[in-house]
């Protein structure tokens, strides 16, 4: 019975990431047949391990659909789902909130966040009142040892390197390096008009929000005045004449 209702959560799936290589026009449609068939441990997770993966994924690109679809609470919603089953969907997080930013600025973002919170605040409410600090550090462990024999990406390295606490600690440093480069690098006008609407939101004011103002304000000077210049077009032909 449990593997028959995973074989429908497959073909679920399956129409979930479908839809969405359809709606984003990256994929040619005969790559499809090859998805269904070719891969065996997408079918060894979902009929053979009865593992929470499939149901996490599912919701994750269920709300993909809905972003897609312009429904932002509802995809939020099925986030939250998503990351109420496995803690891994959170590693998304960080792309959701750059296209929140972007589509809603930083005002609209909070309600959207809030759907997110709330919907983790309601259904861990049973354990928050029981026990909430033992809920909250086994619901969110990073410190959780995973099994060598089960590791895809690292199986290159030794399992006594795989297994120390210190290469755990760097994978986690690495991918915090990373977001931060992006956020200064790549997200940074973003980043700059969000700390900008956050700091004339603060009230009273500040010393961090002052001094955050000023700072967001040297930024937009610099890239002014380090960035190319750009001219109207009548103003390029009238250089090009003279």
């Given at each position: ?10 073909l679920?799936?399956?129409?979930l ?10 994929v ?16 060894s997770?979902?009929?053979?391990r ?18 897609l679809?312009?429904h ?6 099925c ?31 909070l309600?959207k966040l ?28 990073l410190?959780?040892q995973f ?5 895809v ?44 609407e ?23 000077l ?15 032909h ?5």
């Amino acid at each position: 019975m449990a593997q028959n209702i995973f074989a429908v959560l497959y073909l679920a799936t399956l129409l979930l990431v479908f839809l969405i290589y359809h709606q984003t026009c990256k994929v040619p449609p005969f790559v499809f047949f090859f998805m269904c068939c070719a891969s065996y441990r997408v079918h060894s997770i979902f009929v053979l391990r009865l593992f929470n993966d499939p149901v996490a994924m599912a919701l994750l690109f269920l709300s993909i659909n809905l972003f897609l679809a312009q429904h932002w609470s509802w995809g939020c919603c099925c986030f939250s789902l998503a990351v109420s089953v496995k803690m891994n969907v959170l590693l998304f997080a960080p792309g959701l909130l750059f296209l929140l930013l972007t589509q809603f600025g930083f005002r609209g973002t909070l309600p959207k966040l809030s759907i997110c919170a709330g919907l983790q605040v309601v259904l861990g409410l049973p354990f928050l009142l029981e026990n909430p600090i033992g809920y909250l550090s086994r619901s969110f462990d990073l410190g959780r040892q995973f099994l060598f024999r089960w590791t895809v990406n690292w199986r290159f390295l030794p399992e006594a390197l795989f297994r120390h606490r210190g290469f755990h600690l760097a994978l986690l440093i690495a991918h915090l390096a990373l977001l931060l480069l992006f956020a200064l690098f790549r997200w940074h006008r973003l980043l700059v008009l969000g700390l900008i609407e956050l700091s004339w939101n603060t009230y009273p004011s500040t010393s961090c929000s002052s001094a955050a103002l000023h700072v967001c304000h040297a930024v937009i000077l610099l890239q002014l005045w380090l960035g190319p210049q750009s001219f109207p077009k009548s103003i390029q032909h009238n250089k090009k004449a003279h």
